[in-house]
């Protein structure tokens, strides 16, 4: 009855149902939909061949390659940590645990500006540690270690963040009976824990991949702006278009939206294979409670 009533309440008229969906689909189109239009458009206006020279320049190449391998080094380092971070927080009980969440979302608080301001203080020629850099002659701060940090600050909660709270939902039941059945902590979480977070860890990386490659506020402050050395696809689409290069600029930005379009791809994929997952896993639970069922009906033994 208490269902029913709360289903009564929730249901629209058909002419609100048809203004909200309205409203939602012109703000995606407005604001979503025909930028990335425009993104392509301008960069193949001027035809395939100035999109390829634009994409193969060696500026452009350098800016790639400096994106694919900070990427390549941040995003694992802070898979390990977010697999490490949620298990810790949803496996664990110790003191601090709700601070630790709590510094886990600070980059999200965190102004990208801020964070390169902050590392900038930190590696740079007149910031703590930077006396003993120079003396070392190692190089943090306008070289890939400094944009690799800050990258890894910008993206740090991402895999944490989608693993918690399926970990949570999931419990500790099942790692428990795999300790009691004698199984070590390595094995509990390759053979039961990870099986059933894969999802959610795949999910995680792919928003963490597709953040470090369009960083731009904190790696505009850390990497000096060295064209062909230090910048990365999104700072050399800025100086691309402060230079009036426009249908380069577009052409190096059109290769970003197209990373964003396989994010939302792979997003939906994993999202649908969830669901079916899940819908598979609950089908499988209630045959086997309705075997068991049958199966006491037909022993009569107490």
């Not at 909200?20 to 392509?40: E, G, K, M, N, R």
């Not at 960083?215 to 999104?234: K, Q």
Request: with cysteine; charged share 15%.
């Amino acid at each position: 009855m208490a269902a029913a009533q709360k289903n009564l309440a929730l249901r629209e008229p058909v002419w609100v149902q048809w203004l909200l969906t309205t409203v939602a689909l012109a703000f995606l189109v407005l604001f979503l939909v025909i930028p990335l239009i425009t993104v392509f458009y301008e960069a193949f206006r001027q035809g395939l061949g100035v999109y390829w020279a634009a994409i193969t320049e060696p500026d452009a190449q350098s800016a790639i390659r400096l994106t694919l391998l900070t990427v390549a080094i941040a995003v694992p380092i802070n898979t390990l940590f977010g697999i490490a971070a949620a298990w810790a927080i949803t496996k664990h009980r110790f003191r601090g645990k709700q601070f630790l969440t709590t510094l886990i979302d600070l980059p999200f608080a965190v102004s990208p500006i801020v964070a390169g301001l902050i590392y900038l203080l930190l590696y740079g020629a007149q910031g703590w540690w930077g006396g003993w850099l120079i003396e070392n002659d190692l190089r943090v701060v306008f070289a890939v270690p400094g944009i690799v940090l800050v990258i890894m600050f910008g993206t740090l909660p991402f895999v944490a963040r989608e693993l918690i709270p399926h970990m949570q939902e999931q419990g500790t039941d099942f790692e428990e009976a795999a300790v009691s059945l004698g199984a070590s902590g390595l094995q509990t979480f390759f053979k039961v824990t990870l099986p059933a977070i894969k999802w959610s860890l795949l999910y995680g990386i792919i928003l963490c991949n597709a953040r470090a490659m369009g960083e731009f506020g904190a790696v505009t402050v850390v990497s000096g702006n060295i064209r062909g050395e230090t910048n990365t696809m999104p700072l050399h689409v800025e100086v691309l278009y402060n230079e009036y290069q426009l249908a380069a600029a577009f052409a190096v930005a059109s290769l970003l939206a197209g990373l964003a379009l396989v994010t939302i791809v792979l997003k939906t994929l994993i999202e649908w294979k969830t669901e079916r997952d899940r819908r598979l896993d609950e089908i499988s639970f209630q045959a086997h409670y309705e075997a068991s069922l049958q199966a006491q009906k037909q022993d009569p033994r107490p």
